[in-house]
């Protein structure tokens, strides 16, 4: 699925033909999903590109939400996801960055006993790293 944002920037979701579930708040679920998107497509550079890759990586499933440049100094790598931080105050501003939405991220991915975590992407931005719980069906 490849969608083009209204700012030029485009986004790939890769399909491998597989169906992944988690357990959780459905709307927190998408709270957190939308906001990593928002700020992928918010924070790319004109002609840029987003891509989102799904896997299973054994009881947890994998996301990630890579995007081209910019990326963020390696300093700021651990630091994105406190609460009020930003890595550019003055650019922040100008597309609306509150220093809240990846520590709303956290919060969301912490409740649901998963981990979050960012590093340099492949094709020059940001890689966000999403590991969530696998919905294990119970039996009985």
Not at 50 to 55: A, S
Not at 96 to 105: A, D, K, P, Q
Not at 109 to 131: N, P
Request: include cysteine.
């Amino acid at each position: 699925l490849h969608v083009r944002s209204r700012r030029q920037r485009q986004m790939c979701i890769r399909d491998r033909a597989q169906s992944f579930s988690v357990y959780g708040d459905q709307q927190r679920l998408i709270q957190l999903f939308s906001n990593l998107l928002e700020n992928s497509l918010r924070y790319t550079d004109k002609g840029g590109e987003t891509k989102v890759n799904i896997n299973q990586q054994n009881e947890f499933i994998q996301v990630c939400i890579a995007d081209t440049t910019p990326s963020v100094p390696k300093e700021s790598l651990t630091k994105i996801f406190d609460r009020l931080y930003r890595v550019d105050k003055s650019r922040s501003r100008l597309v609306g960055g509150s220093g809240l939405g990846l520590s709303i991220c956290k919060n969301i991915v912490d409740a649901h006993q998963g981990s979050i975590s960012a590093q340099h992407s492949s094709i020059g931005g940001l890689k966000i790293t999403v590991l969530l719980p696998k919905y294990k069906k119970e039996k009985y």
